[in-house]
């Protein structure tokens, strides 16, 4: 199983970024998806996640109205539209997959990709 994360950078507040995730796994639409966030110096924090079919969506306060989450299952990708950048979205961004379901804690997925850094200026 294999999680590719893709899509992050520097970019200055106000900017946008768009960040998927390509999943190599079995099934992929049997997994709900999560977008995970860690600040330097910070715990690891959900930002979004979404379960299986698409159909429902969760966000942290600190991201919504801003960011989108969404999914492809003919494709094996989850994507995380991020609007409205601050600063204090400076963070390594993971995306997870949890087994027929999707929660808001890191132990409730089972796979997990590497980071890509998203770094917002002021």
């Known amino acids: 199983v294999q999680l590719q994360a893709s899509g992050g950078g520097s970019v200055q507040a106000g900017g946008s970024l768009r960040l998927s995730c390509a999943a190599s796994?079995?099934?992929?639409?049997?997994?709900?998806m999560g977008w995970f966030r860690q600040a330097p110096g910070k715990e690891r924090e959900l930002a979004a996640a979404?379960?299986?079919?698409?159909?429902?969506?969760y966000y942290t306060d600190a991201v919504k109205g801003r960011f989108t989450i969404s999914r492809d299952n003919a494709k094996n990708t989850v994507y995380l539209q991020m609007n409205s950048l601050k600063p204090e979205d400076t963070a390594n961004y993971y995306c997870?997959?949890?087994?027929?379901?999707?929660?808001?804690?890191?132990?409730?997925?089972?796979?997990w990709g590497r980071g890509t850094l998203v770094t917002v200026s002021s």
């Open positions: 997870a997959a949890a087994w027929r379901g999707y929660g808001t804690k890191s132990n409730e997925y089972n796979y």
């Open positions: 796994i079995r099934a992929f639409s049997h997994y709900g």
């Open positions: 979404i379960s299986q079919g698409g159909t429902t969506t």
